[in-house]
Nanobody
Framework: QVEVVESGGGLVQPGGSLKLSCAASRSFTWLAVMGWYRQAPGKQREFLANITSDFNTNYLDSVRGRFTISRDNAKKTAYLEMNSLRPEDTAVYYC????????????WGQGTQVTVSS
C-alpha cells in the first residue's frame, strides 16, 4: 500500500498564489506519473495536469499558463504552483500517483481544500 499525502491548500484572495505539495510513501513511486485533479461542489472531478518521471507535462487548457506542475523524484513529491487564482478555482484538489512497476497502481491523496475568495 502507498500513502499519498497532500498539503498546501487554504484560503487565498483572487489573483493570489498557492503551491500544493504531494508526497508518496514508497520508493518505487518516483517512477509514477504524478497528476493533479480537482473537484468543485456539485461537479465531477477534473484533470488539471500531470508529469512523467522524465518531466513531460500535460495541462488542462484552462489552467495552462497559470498552473505549473513539477516534481522531485528523489523526494517522490509532486507540486502544483497556482497563480492568478480565480474564485472558480475553488475546489478540493487531489493528487494522483499511477504506474506499472512493480505492479499496476493508482493511488489518490485525501484532497486539500483551496478556496479563492475576498
Amino acid at each position: 500500500q502507498v500513502e499519498v499525502v497532500e498539503s498546501g491548500g487554504g484560503l487565498v484572495q483572487p489573483g493570489g498564489s498557492l503551491k500544493l505539495s504531494c508526497a508518496a510513501s514508497r520508493s518505487f513511486t518516483w517512477l509514477a506519473v504524478m497528476g493533479w485533479y480537482r473537484q468543485a461542489p456539485g461537479k465531477q472531478r477534473e484533470f488539471l495536469a500531470n508529469i512523467t518521471s522524465d518531466f513531460n507535462t500535460n495541462y488542462l487548457d484552462s489552467v495552462r499558463g497559470r498552473f505549473t506542475i513539477s516534481r522531485d523524484n528523489a523526494k517522490k513529491t509532486a507540486y502544483l504552483e497556482m497563480n492568478s487564482l480565480r474564485p472558480e478555482d475553488t475546489a478540493v484538489y487531489y493528487c494522483n500517483f499511477r504506474g506499472s512497476y512493480p505492479y499496476n497502481y493508482n493511488y489518490w491523496g485525501q484532497g486539500t481544500q483551496v478556496t479563492v475568495s475576498s
